[in-house]
């Protein structure tokens, strides 16, 4: 079928637009609400090749700048409607931030922001120590995961940093306005991104034991089935203690410190104390305790394969909030052990640079994120300096291999693409401010795209951003809620080749990696959400917004 695929939000006025034919067509016109041909242009024709499955060729309008409402007609097919303004994103941002406030867990939720997706308290038993005799914890608060009610330590501290990170590079994010309750801080209030993130840090905070170690997560033994988050009610338990967790939640607690300083010093103050306790312990335990979840255990295991990265990060974070010294010498120390298990990475075929790694597992590159911003111009500054424009580099050359300008290669198609390529964007938004190189941006451009509908499935994977949004995530409060649709801003995982629960056994047989995608509530591997999918979009967006 004749199809054209287009970002379904829009382009600012002075942006690169394009959109992608799946069929030989010389030209294609812009065509506005009335049905007006405002615009006529060429064609050029990109080719087959191994991602998306079709014969694109690529309609390239970025010197129509008219804002308005369009889409792009061409022989008998034409695109979803798209905008053309400077506020083009404006609704986008409130959603993928506001997100976050609708996974609360405990009894933070309030009607008046959450509407007609507000649920009841949830998952505020005292939760059982796994395996030991102690007194059950209070670990109530922060957001559930995901499609599934757990609490896990380090994708919560991976979700923070990403959301963190774009507030020090980006402070525009701090103007970000929408509907949720803010507290009072030093400076009146805290911005709404800051009053958010709160929330997950105090609940990170209970996740941590008085020796400073951390437990790996709170969950049911198994996950729930799909009911409200206030009908799960199983026993909660902590699992056991990792240097992973340990690591993370020692380097995002000392990136929190360098953010509400600014905003909240007592709550500053506490968080770098839980920071230095959570490296003691580090430093205490130099052998790294790994987690794997207990037998018979389903809920998600968030496994690693080492810790060095963690523990760089924890050591790069600290150097950055407090200049001493001593973290630097920790740092340069884990810098070779990280660099010889890249080398390894590198013999099974891993392409990209460890020092980029931005999460859940690998870790460095948000090390290399605090470095950058110490704006020094030591060996590890310069390290990370040169990684994240040298994998940018990378990733412009991968852009060439397909008609979508995509960063992405057919191995990057596994659970969770999306971030996949939300991670790459990154290091691209990073790498422009950097150099301010323009094709950096191009290829940002091509992601958002990509993103907001611009792929061989025409699907927007932002929820309620798109006429073609997907619709059906894997989130048990939306299989039973009894709402039309998903509340908005929410990222699917997106196309999987591993095509890794039962229901995505229904996606057609030799589908091209970019169509192993099925808008299917059941489908956990294709179509799931989490915190750590949407906070990476809400970096490049605050980097694409901050200009
Ligand atoms: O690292 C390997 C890579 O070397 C290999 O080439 C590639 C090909 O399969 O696989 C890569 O491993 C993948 C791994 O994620 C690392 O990204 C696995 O295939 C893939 O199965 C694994 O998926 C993870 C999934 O849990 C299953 O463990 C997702 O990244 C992770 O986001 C997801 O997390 C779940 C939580 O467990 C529970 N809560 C929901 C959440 C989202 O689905
Ligand atoms: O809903 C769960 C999802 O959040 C996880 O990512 C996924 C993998 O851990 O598991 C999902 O739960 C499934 C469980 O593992 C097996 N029974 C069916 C559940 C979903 O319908
Ligand atoms: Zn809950």
């Known amino acids: 079928m004749n199809k054209i695929f287009i970002n379904q939000v829009g382009f600012f006025e002075s942006d690169k637009k394009k959109a992608v034919l799946n069929f030989a067509a010389p030209s294609f016109q812009i065509v506005d609400e009335k049905g007006s041909s405002v615009y006529t242009g060429e064609t050029t024709h990109f080719g087959e090749d191994e991602i998306s499955g079709e014969d694109t060729y690529i309609a390239d309008f970025s010197d129509f700048k008219t804002s308005g409402k369009y889409k792009v007609v061409s022989k008998d097919a034409s695109s979803s409607y798209f905008e053309i303004n400077k506020n083009v994103y404006d609704k986008l941002m409130k959603d993928i931030c506001k997100c976050f406030y609708f996974l609360r867990c405990g009894d933070a939720l309030d009607e008046k922001y959450a509407g007609v997706y507000y649920h009841k308290p949830c998952h505020l038993s005292l939760a059982t120590v796994y395996g030991e005799n102690t007194d059950p914890v209070d670990v109530s608060g922060g957001w559930h995961d995901a499609g599934d009610y757990g609490r896990y330590s380090t994708a919560g501290a991976v979700a923070v940093a990403h959301l963190l990170y774009g507030v020090r590079f980006f402070d525009c994010l701090l103007d970000v306005h929408y509907d949720i309750p803010k507290e009072k801080c030093d400076r009146g209030q805290l911005p709404e991104i800051l009053a958010e993130v709160k929330v997950e840090l105090e609940f990170l905070m209970k996740m941590q034991r008085e020796n400073g170690s951390v437990w790996h997560k709170v969950t049911t033994f198994n996950h729930a089935p799909f009911v409200m988050p206030e009908d799960d009610k199983e026993e909660l338990f902590l699992f056991n203690v990792s240097s992973i967790a340990t690591a993370d939640i020692a380097a995002v607690f000392a990136l929190a410190y360098s953010v509400y300083k600014n905003y909240d010093k007592a709550f500053a103050d506490k968080l770098m104390e839980r920071s230095l306790l959570a490296y003691k312990w580090l430093k205490e335990n130099p052998d790294e305790l790994l987690f794997h979840n207990a037998e018979g255990s389903n809920t998600g295991e968030y496994g690693e394969a080492e810790d060095k990265s963690n523990r760089f990060w924890a050591a790069c974070a600290l150097y950055e909030a407090t200049s001493d010294g001593k973290y630097y010498s920790d740092a340069m120390e884990l810098k070779d052990k990280i660099e010889v298990f890249d080398a390894n990475a590198k013999k099974k075929g891993y392409q990209g640079n ?18 950058l911003l110490k704006r020094e111009d030591n060996a590890l500054s310069i390290l990370s300096r040169n990684s994240f424009l040298s994998e940018a580099d990378r990733l412009l050359e991968v852009c060439t291999h397909n008609g979508f300008g995509l960063c992405m290669d057919k ?37 958002i795209d990509y993103i907001l509908g611009c792929n061989s499935m025409d699907t927007s994977y932002v929820t309620g951003n798109g006429e073609k949004a997907f619709k059906n995530p894997h989130l048990r409060p939306t299989a039973v809620d009894g709402i039309q649709q998903p509340w908005p801003g929410l990222v699917s995982g997106g196309p999987n080749i591993g095509l890794q629960d039962e229901r995505a056994k229904e996606v057609p047989a030799g589908s091209a990696p970019m169509k192993c995608y099925y808008d299917h509530i059941d489908c956990y591997s294709l179509n799931e959400i989490t915190i750590y999918w949407n906070s990476p979009l809400v970096f490049v967006m605050a980097g694409l917004l901050n200009q």
């Open 354 to 371: 460890v020092f980029t790694c931005l999460g859940w597992a690998e870790v460095a590159g948000l090390g290399a994120l605090s470095l």
């Open 411 to 447: 191995k990057d198609f596994i659970w969770g693409s999306n971030m996949e390529l939300l991670k790459y964007m990154m290091v691209l938004t990073v790498a422009e401010r950097i150099s301010g190189k323009e094709e950096y941006k191009n290829a940002i451009r091509s992601g």
